[in-house]
Every structure is written in structure tokens, then in C-alpha cells.
């Protein structure tokens, strides 16, 4: 395959634009709950569907209940969206859309806060990761996406939290290979008709901890600032298609 399944441009439209409506409604400050069903009800008006709402990863007791992953502040990956969320806080929203059996993952931290540490971190978070896909290219290793990540991080004094990663995925949410943010012995190249979810989860600090929450089964927080950024890729002859970045 040459170029990506209409239906997984489609989808990653959906979800690109998706993102960008939290965004504006973050920026207001609101329930997380109702953020879930605006965000909900946007995919499903665009003829998509929520694939995280029902999906049940391995890791977990019971299926996940909502449409969007949201995390403020300290929140690493899996955040539930039972929380308030407002412009002072480091805002992280990650989702998946599915459009006629083919899916796209996406997902930003921002924030419209005046603290400058939080601002600096999105906005450098962001560019390390945009730098990085430039690494993705056909038939070239996949570890040096990771290098790139990883290197990048250490300059601005951050760290890559190594225990989450991207993945394949087309026609199922999570495909291999694994796609490390940072280095290491594996032997996978970017395939040429093949699509990533690649997501780079860094820490403010250059070290981290983490803690799992056993109340929701789902979310994990770090003691340190978060940022989650992540685009689906499409992997041509030529170069990679970007199906759900290249936001304004």
C-alpha cells in the first residue's frame, strides 16, 4: 500500500480536529465529564467512533468507560476524565477514533496558563516531538526515533518515561512493533505501507517515579509535570503522511 486507507484519513481528520475542540473547551475551564461527552458527541456527529470507550486493555480490571484520556498536571498516560480541568493546569487529552473499521490515535498537552514552567514544558515537549518525526522515514530504524526522542529530552534537562510507548495500528488500536521514545537493541525499520501511533511521554525532571491508582484501575501519576504528545503516521514510499498533526 502506497498511501493510507481513506478511512484512516478520515479518521485521523476526526481526531485531529477532535483535539483541537478540547483544546478550546479547556481553555474555558470545565468538568471533565462534560468535556468526555462534547468530545464524544463531535466524533460521533463526524460519522466516527469513540474507540476507547468499551476497549479493554490487558492491564485493566474492567473495560474503559469513556471516550478521552485526560490528565492535568502530574498525570502520566490512562488519566479517567473525572476531574476538573481549568486554564492554570497542564492539560493533557488523548483519544482514538474509529471511522469504517480503521483507526487513529492522537494526542497534545497544552496549557493557557500564565505559569511560565508549564508553558515552556508543552511548548518544548511538543517541538522535541516534532523533530523526532522527522526521524520516521521508509525502511529506516525505528530506534532512531527513539535516539532522537531520548537526546533531545536530556538537553532540555527532561527524561523520557520509558515504561509507555507508541505502537503499530491500522485496522486494530495497538499493533507490533513497539516504538521506544528512547533507545534501544531492537532491529525494526519503519515498514513502507504501515501506520504508528508514535507518542513520546516525557517528565518535566530527569528523573521520575510513578504510582498507579487503584481506585479507577487506569490512571498512573508521576511526581512531576507530564506531557503526552502523539500523532498516527503512515508510512509511504516516498516519506511518512501525518494523519492527524500538522495542527495550526
Known amino acids: 500500500m502506497l498511501l493510507p486507507a481513506n478511512e484512516q484519513v478520515k479518521a485521523g481528520q476526526i481526531a485531529r480536529e477532535a483535539i483541537a475542540l478540547a483544546r478550546k ?17 463531535f466524533i460521533r456527529d463526524q460519522g466516527g467512533k469513540p474507540a476507547l470507550k468499551g476497549y479493554h486493555p490487558h492491564f485493566a480490571p474492567h473495560p474503559y468507560k469513556w471516550t478521552i484520556c485526560l490528565g492535568v498536571d502530574n498525570d502520566v498516560v490512562h488519566g479517567v476524565p473525572i476531574k ?5 493546569q497542564l492539560i493533557s487529552v488523548d483519544l482514538v477514533v474509529e471511522y469504517d473499521g480503521w483507526f487513529a490515535d492522537t494526542a497534545r498537552t497544552f496549557t493557557v496558563s500564565n505559569d511560565i514552567v508549564k508553558q515552556k514544558f508543552a511548548e518544548e515537549s511538543l517541538g522535541i516531538f516534532r523533530n523526532a518525526l522527522e526521524m520516521i522515514l521508509p525502511r529506516q530504524s525505528i530506534n532512531l526515533f527513539g535516539m532522537a526522542v531520548d537526546s533531545a529530552a536530556r538537553l532540555h534537562g527532561y527524561s523520557v518515561i520509558q515504561e509507555y510507548c507508541g505502537h503499530g495500528i491500522g485496522r486494530s488500536i495497538h499493533a507490533e512493533p513497539q516504538v521506544c521514545n528512547y533507545p534501544t537493541s531492537t532491529q525494526e525499520v519503519f515498514q513502507v505501507g504501515r501506520s504508528y501511533a508514535v507518542e513520546p511521554v516525557l517528565a518535566i525532571n530527569p528523573t521520575y517515579s510513578l ?3 487503584p481506585k479507577d484501575g487506569f490512571s498512573v501519576r508521576a511526581d512531576c509535570l507530564v506531557s503526552h504528545n502523539e500523532d498516527t503516521v503512515f508510512v509511504g514510499q516516498n516519506g511518512i503522511v501525518n494523519l492527524t498533526g500538522n495542527e495550526s
Open 25 to 41: 473547551l479547556c481553555a474555558r475551564g470545565l468538568d471533565g465529564a462534560r468535556l468526555d461527552k462534547e468530545i464524544e458527541e
Open 211 to 213: 504510582r498507579h491508582e
Open 84 to 88: 476538573i480541568v481549568g486554564p492554570s
